[in-house]
């Protein structure tokens, strides 16, 4: 049975830093897809980030420049390391995974987590 556990959220200031892990069972990393999504108060989920089981990764242009996502397959651990982190950053972030690639981006993966919460203040 698969089980993800995100966590690493928390609230900070605008320009601020932080590292959200996912950490996962019953998956391994080097045969699935993962990724990060979020979801604002009022908004609909939005994908973020995503890496495949070769560590190719994949990042939504509002942040590619500030989000970097990795792994760590002996662990089988996924981060989100996000930086200069503004207003419009904040809400519920999901970690899924999936052996499809088309299913994960299209936010149609197998297996999610509970989230961890990110807020931002400006």
């Known amino acids: 049975q698969v089980h993800l556990v995100e966590s690493g959220g928390g609230s900070v200031e605008a320009g601020g830093s932080l590292r959200l892990s996912c950490a996962a069972s019953?998956?391994?990393?080097?045969?699935?897809?993962m990724g990060w999504f979020r979801q604002g108060a009022g908004k609909g989920r939005e994908g973020v980030a995503f890496?495949?089981?070769?560590?190719?990764?994949s990042v939504v242009d509002a942040v590619k420049d500030r989000f970097t996502i990795s792994k760590d397959n002996a662990d089988n651990t996924l981060y989100l390391e996000m930086n200069n982190l503004e207003a419009e950053d904040t809400g519920m972030y999901y970690c899924a995974g999936d052996v499809s690639w088309t299913m994960l981006t299209k936010g149609w993966a197998t297996n999610w987590g509970q989230g961890t919460q990110v807020t931002v203040s400006s």
């Open positions: 019953g998956v391994s990393h080097s045969r699935y897809s």
């Open positions: 890496i495949d089981s070769e560590g190719s990764t």
